[in-house]
T-cell receptor
């Protein structure tokens, strides 16, 4: 199916464990993003990527690692999860045409760190 | 890229009324977008207005852009309960495509 999908939708993990959130898009969009959303903070950009093998930090990158070996995938890894990383995570993508910069969002991953 | 700041943070109106929310930003832009987020869901793109446009319409949505004041407004006419959502603006300088969002305006439309 065409679109942008995140997996898993829900995840409970323990403090200190490594966890990877997956994001896959089928449009071959150049740009991909990871955000976290917490009450009172809106959406905060964690990392973004302009193309395969090109990634850059956003506003809140500490504690997260990303990779982009293929254009369609942009996994987000929490190397050692902490309770403060309990949040809803959204992935998004944009095509390269900067005149039409509409972003498409995934359904979100609700992560709870206990 | 830059972050827009939405105002008010929360807005509560009755069904049928109009809802207006505003967005301010700091530096020159190529375009500005508005997004809607229903509770617990991903953001959905509503409308994009370019820097050389002053007003744009899409159904019950009307967006204005005043580049001299570095501000934009989103008007939803004849609101419905289904319009209850958070609304975010995203000013963009184009090029880098780094998309940053503010805290949004939480709109509640009471039936």
């Amino acid at each position: 199916d065409a679109g942008i999908t995140q997996s898993p939708r829900y995840k409970i993990t323990e403090t200190g464990r490594q966890v990877t959130l997956m994001c896959h898009q089928t449009w071959s969009h150049s740009y991909m993003f990871w955000y976290r959303q917490d009450l009172g903070h809106g959406l905060r950009l964690i990392y973004y990527s302009a193309a395969a093998d090109i990634t850059d930090k956003g506003e809140v990158p500490d504690g997260y690692v990303v990779s982009r070996s293929k254009t369609e995938n942009f996994p987000l890894t929490l190397e050692s999860a902490t309770r403060s990383q309990t949040s809803v995570y959204f992935c998004a993508s944009i095509g390269k045409d900067s005149l039409r910069s509409e972003a498409f969002f995934g359904q979100g991953t609700r992560l709870t760190v206990v | 890229s830059q972050q827009g700041e939405e105002d008010p943070q929360a807005l509560s109106i009755q069904e049928g009324e109009n809802a207006t929310m505003n967005c301010s930003y700091k530096t020159s832009i190529n375009n500005l977008q508005w997004y809607r987020q229903n509770s617990g869901r991903g953001l959905v793109h509503l409308i994009l207005i370019r820097s050389n446009e002053r007003e744009k319409h899409s159904g019950r949505l009307r967006v204005t852009l005043d580049t001299s004041k570095k501000s934009s407004s989103l008007l939803i006419t004849a609101s419905r309960a289904a319009d209850t959502a958070s609304y975010f603006c995203a000013p963009s300088q184009g090029g880098s495509e780094k998309l940053v969002f503010g805290k949004g305006t939480k709109l509640t439309v009471n039936p």
